[in-house]
Nanobody, 123 residues
Framework: QVQLVESGGGLVQAGGSVRLSCAAS????????MGWFRQAPGKEREFVAA????????YYANSVKGRFTISKNNAKNTLYLQMNSLKPEDTAVYYC????????????????WGQGTQVTVSS
């Protein structure tokens, strides 16, 4: 069982930056692929980024490629999402996800989810 707790959200102006964190419980964090998803009001949850359990492979949605960076620190059991050049359309609740697999992609079924953290980008 893995518990995920996101933090770091808030209100930011367009063009600004925010770093989200996801703290994971459990001793096998290094064996989990991790990801970030987001859900804007009135829209379905969408894939943002994913990282393999080793941290060696990363994947991004086209809408965030070049602006967001996903990383994980296995020693700290923490996943990060560095978000730069933010746009109003990035406004959403951001969710951390985990799965005991080497690699997970957007269309896969993820086992564990956090409660989410709100990011609001003002224009």
């Amino acid at each position: 069982q893995v518990q995920l707790v996101e933090s770091g959200g808030g209100l930011v102006q367009a063009g600004g930056s925010v770093r989200l964190s996801c703290a994971a419980s459990g001793r096998t964090f290094s064996s989990y692929a991790m990801g970030w998803f987001r859900q804007a009001p009135g829209k379905e949850r969408e894939f943002v980024a994913a990282i393999s359990w080793s941290g060696g492979n990363t994947y991004y949605a086209n809408s965030v490629k070049g602006r967001f960076t996903i990383s994980k620190n296995n020693a700290k059991n923490t996943l990060y999402l560095q978000m730069n050049s933010l746009k109003p359309e990035d406004t959403a609740v951001y969710y951390c996800a985990a799965d005991p697999a080497p690699v997970m992609l957007a269309g896969d079924v993820w086992d564990y989810w956090g409660q989410g953290t709100q990011v609001t980008v003002s224009s």
